[in-house]
């Protein structure tokens, strides 16, 4: 079964530094990936998703991920952060089936940005 | 929001029973259960693709999910202990030839057993 590494439990920085929260992923087979945000008290929203294609990702809020497959990576970068970016973020994983009823969570990654 | 999840808050004791219900407006055919405890991943609970319960993921008989129809689906809560305690996630999704392979959240229900 596949599963998700997120490297940093806490990533402050300061407002308009770039930023990269980094994700690894674990499977036997082909997967689609996925980055979450959730702002307090609220879900998760979706970021971007990698399905296919061209590795580099772009995404809502100006974030953009990298899928690597010989390091097995999907980091998530931003290149100037703001104060509203502060919130939890998560890496996902689900098997690329037809049926992607299984997606898998990081335990993720609170930015916290500083004026 | 597409999901909506009510209560959005909920204080209940140790012998209480109590449901928890979420409504999609996506017109999504598979519907999930989150666990999401402080510092722990997210756990997932139970799936529903097309109406049948496809995953249950070991999550012990004081929880029972049902999902009489496509956009709707309840989480039957009673005899909870005190690690029961969480923010509990309702998500949906389009699986099978329209998959669009992402899902969308409510925004929780925040239990707290006392």
């Known amino acids: 079964a596949q599963s998700v590494t997120q490297l940093d439990s806490q990533v402050p920085v300061f407002e308009e530094a770039p930023v990269e929260l980094r994700c690894n992923y674990s499977s036997s087979v082909s997967v689609y990936l996925f980055w979450y945000v959730q702002y307090p008290n609220q879900g998760l929203q979706l970021l971007l998703k990698?399905?296919?294609?061209?590795?580099l990702v772009k995404g809502i809020n100006g974030f953009e991920a990298e899928f690597n497959k010989s390091q097995t990576s999907f980091h998530l970068r931003k290149p100037s952060v703001h104060i509203s970016d502060t919130a939890e973020y998560f890496c996902?994983?689900?098997?690329?089936?037809?049926?992607?009823?299984?997606?898998?969570f990081g335990a993720g990654t609170r930015l916290t940005v500083k004026p | 929001t597409g999901v909506t999840q009510t209560p959005r808050h909920l204080v209940m004791g140790m012998t209480n029973k109590k449901s928890l219900k979420c409504e999609q407006h996506?017109?999504?055919?598979?519907m999930y259960w989150y666990k999401q405890s402080a510092k722990k991943p997210l756990e997932l609970m139970f799936v529903?693709?097309?109406?049948?319960?496809?995953e249950n993921n070991s999550v012990p008989s004081r929880f029972s999910p049902e999902c009489p129809n496509s956009s709707h689906l309840f989480l039957h809560l009673h005899t909870l202990q005190p690690e029961d305690s969480a923010l509990y996630l309702c998500a949906s999704s389009q699986v099978g030839a329209a998959a669009n392979y992402g899902y969308t959240f409510g925004s929780g229900t925040r239990l707290t057993v006392v």
């Open positions: 996506l017109g999504h055919n598979a």
């Open positions: 996902a994983v689900s098997d690329g089936e037809y049926n992607n009823n299984d997606m898998r």
């Open positions: 529903y693709s097309l109406e049948e319960r496809v």
């Open positions: 990698y399905l296919s294609g061209s590795t």
